[in-house]
């Protein structure tokens, strides 16, 4: 595991997967995944600052995700307290100008993934999506 600062990320740090055409590494327990195509300088900065943020968001990730229609589908009418202690760790796809928060192994529900889009360094929060 990589414990880095803001900002401090390299693109050598990550392995790089041809199979799946993206770069991938942990930092501070959280796994990161750019695809080939977005893999640039600002890409890491922006990985960056989104790690760095991430533990200061959850509370905000919650909330939104105890407002979303498909999560009280469901799950019912359930609090952001709740949600908070569930989520665990995401995998976090970085894209261009966003990505996308992928929680594998929360404890809300059996055999769902849920992802969270979002735009910029965790600024804003604008779709949930149920695999499973």
């Known amino acids: ?8 990320m390299n693109k050598n740090d990550f392995t ?16 990161v995944s750019i695809g080939e195509e977005h893999m640039s300088d600002d890409v890491l900065a922006l990985a960056g ?5 991430y533990p200061k ?3 905000a990730i919650s909330r939104y995700l105890s407002q979303d229609r498909y999560i009280r589908a469901h799950y019912g009418n359930i609090g952001a307290k709740e949600i908070s202690a569930k989520l ?6 970085i894209f261009e100008y966003g990505g996308m928060l992928s929680y594998c192994n929360h404890e809300l529900g059996a055999y769902h993934i849920i992802d969270v889009d979002f735009i910029g360094a965790l600024d804003e ?8």
């Open 1 to 8: 595991m990589i414990v880095r600062k803001e900002n401090d």
């Open 57 to 59: 968001k959850v509370a």
């Open 88 to 93: 665990h760790e995401p995998i976090i796809r």
């Open 16 to 31: 790089h997967y041809e199979d799946s055409r993206t770069f991938e590494a942990i930092f501070s327990g959280i796994e």
């Open 125 to 132: 929060f604008y779709r949930v999506n149920i695999d499973g």
């Open 49 to 53: 600052k989104i790690v760095s943020k």
